[in-house]
């Protein structure tokens, strides 16, 4: 357990990103439903 900083900031990194690109992704599901709305 030697490295136990580096797996730390190595799985933070990957979650922050996973985070983020949820985020992107709801984003432009929210923006197919507003448009979705307004094209009936």
């Given amino acids: 357990m030697e ?3 580096e ?3 190595t799985l ?3 979650i ?3 985070i983020e690109r949820l985020k992107e992704l709801q984003q ?3 923006e ?3 448009n979705q709305e307004k094209a009936q």
Avoid: G, P, S
């Fill in 3 to 5: 490295n136990y900083k």
């Fill in 28 to 30: 432009k599901v929210e």
């Fill in 12 to 14: 933070f990194n990957a």
């Fill in 32 to 34: 197919m439903y507003i």
């Fill in 16 to 18: 922050t990103d996973e």
């Fill in 7 to 9: 797996m730390y900031l």
